[in-house]
């Protein structure tokens, strides 16, 4: 069981370009979670998913975040206009349908904004 | 919303000396408390997990506790090892229906050999 995966694991950006970070649950997890990780600081939720729907995306900025799972293929986090403030380590982890509150987290993708 | 306190934000022990995190929480309705350990660049690894019906959990070096009246639980790590320095997170899952985890600030907890 490959664990959660996470693309590119660096990402550099300038400001106003878009960011897309994709993550792959475990074989078998149906829940999705994204975390954001400043230096010095713990994870903060993002956004909560299950296939083709967004369960809780109260930890989302209003503008510029977007997140989906769809059907077939990865979940995918987009940062449209990036910036500086973005840089973050982004990590995204996953839970198994039963006993779904525990967490497994991917190894993060780190975006940089130039 | 939950709000996770850990202390210390540092600590530092010698070889085979045991150490202690602490967090404390604010809703009286959370009921799932997970700790992660946090190698530098690397992801957050569960380690061990306790839930709000169990006083206590035990898994070889590794122990944490729960105080549900006080609002708090703790990580023991006895006979510390270098490998077992790291940034240690504590967090805690909310009432029913909820899916955040909050977390601590973290630990960074050095072993000294």
């Known amino acids: 069981n490959a664990g959660v995966m996470q693309n590119p694991r660096h990402l550099v950006r300038r400001r106003g370009q878009e960011a897309r970070l994709r993550c792959s649950p475990m074989?078998?997890?149906?829940?999705v979670y994204w975390y954001r990780q400043l230096p010095e600081e713990g994870l903060k939720f993002m956004v909560y998913?299950?296939?083709?729907?967004?369960?809780?995306e109260s930890g989302m900025p209003k503008e510029r975040f977007s997140a989906e799972f769809p059907k077939e293929g990865p979940s995918i986090l987009r940062i449209q206009q990036v910036v500086r403030g973005d840089s973050a380590a982004y990590f995204c982890?996953?839970?198994?349908?039963?006993?779904?509150?525990?967490?497994?987290f991917g190894p993060g993708t780190r975006l940089t904004v130039l | 919303g939950e709000n996770v306190e850990q202390h210390p934000s540092t600590l530092s022990v010698q070889e085979g000396d045991s150490a202690v995190i602490k967090c404390t929480y604010s809703?009286?309705?959370?009921?799932?408390f997970p700790w992660y350990k946090q190698e530098l660049g690397k992801r957050p690894q569960l380690i061990i997990d306790i839930r709000s019906n169990v006083g206590e959990k035990k898994d070889q070096r590794i122990a944490v506790t729960l105080n549900k009246t006080a609002k708090h639980f703790s990580l023991h790590i006895t006979e510390t090892q270098p490998e077992d320095s790291a940034v240690y997170f504590c967090a805690v899952l909310s009432g029913a229906g909820s899916y955040q985890l909050t977390f601590g600030k973290g630990t960074k907890l050095s072993v000294i050999p």
């Open positions: 998913l299950q296939k083709e729907n967004i369960i809780d």
């Open positions: 809703d009286s309705a959370s009921n799932y």
């Open positions: 982890a996953s839970s198994p349908p039963i006993n779904s509150d525990v967490q497994f």
């Open positions: 074989k078998g997890h149906s829940h």
